[in-house]
């Protein structure tokens, strides 16, 4: 019996070869040709699958972008299991903070391709749209965590959930483009975390 | 009498070519032939100022970071004058962060310029060598305004500068990034950077 072509798997295949040659050498080294060498497939069969060097470029970071969000579920719902007797909002939003920064090779790759994709999109209107949305998903959930921690009595009333999670979300990022340059040392960016989760509630 | 050669000026005549192709196009389209077309001026006079065009890409952005502390402080020189009375250091450091973002034209190509040699810095180690320093002078200009503010009692003597000043830096440039791409708007965005200022400061 043949074995079973999964569509999907081959995509996600030839995804990640986008991945790696963005970030080892910039998105602009991208083309059909050699990410069919390096996810080690025919050409005619990334043609087949992405049509164009474009529809790849903007499918490949949708795959980036839903393997992220998989990888900061299973490792919030890791820190949940393994504190039966429940997490204080506090913990839950470290870890998701933690999360964006470049803590492995695998979240370095991840922002490093993420950024090559910000700056390509500034010179590219249809990588742009594509790119961009007008959500603010991170900022959104990062909101939502504090308005929980509020209600259950753990915050300050007078914080303003929205604009505290708008600086946290961006300034994390920020802070981790200093982490990929080795500009700053993941343990300082972790401090400075932890710091802003005291100011907002209390002593840990 | 012939006019005199204004080497420097001729210089940052060619350096403000690169920035603007850099701004249009990317920093990967920067080439010494179309820098000279941009400039209007030779490409023999490109070579002889700048040699390499590695040359061209560390002191053209050198250029613009001196151009950019230029104009910061000549705001703030403009803030400090318009309040003879003395002006508050709440005042300066709103000052100072707004000064990061995109709010015109020159800024906005700055910034652009600025992520397009952050992101190629991350796969050329020359350029990266050039472009950063261990240094974190921004971080540190800010942290020290906050010290000057606690010293004169503006500020509740817990929070840490460091810390503060390390995620306002970060978290606006940040926010600049989303602004570049008109994923927000100028207001909400100095809207967030005052309700952080009233943390810090209490109501104006």
Redesign the interface.
């Known amino acids: 019996m043949p074995k079973r072509v999964d569509h999907d798997e081959r995509r996600r295949q030839i995804a990640a070869a986008v991945w790696r040659i963005a970030a080892?050498?910039?998105l602009?080294a991208v083309n059909m040709r050699d990410v069919a060498t390096q996810a080690g497939v025919s050409l005619r069969l990334v043609q087949y699958y992405f049509e164009t060097k474009h529809n790849l470029l903007v499918l490949a970071l949708r795959y980036l972008n839903e393997r992220s969000e998989q990888r900061a579920a299973t490792r919030i719902a890791a820190t949940l299991a393994a504190t039966p007797g429940g997490t204080s909002t506090r913990v839950v939003l470290r870890e998701a903070l933690v999360e964006f920064l470049p803590i492995d090779d695998e979240h370095r790759d991840t922002l490093?391709v993420h950024?090559?994709y910000?700056?390509?999109?500034?010179?590219d209107p249809e990588l742009?749209a594509a790119f961009?949305t007008?959500e603010?998903p991170l900022e959104d959930l990062i909101a939502g965590m504090l308005e929980q921690a509020r209600e259950a009595g753990e915050l300050a009333s007078r914080i303003?959930a929205q604009?505290e999670a708008?600086?946290?979300?961006?300034?994390?990022?920020?802070?981790g483009?200093?982490l990929?340059?080795d500009?700053r040392q993941l343990d300082d960016v972790v401090?400075?975390i932890d710091?802003?989760l005291t100011r907002l509630f209390g002593d840990p």
């Open positions: 080892d050498q910039g602009d490093r950024l090559a910000y700056v390509r999109s500034l010179n742009a961009l007008d603010t303003d604009r708008d600086l946290l979300v961006s300034g994390v990022n920020g802070l483009m200093d990929l340059h500009r401090a400075t710091y802003h």
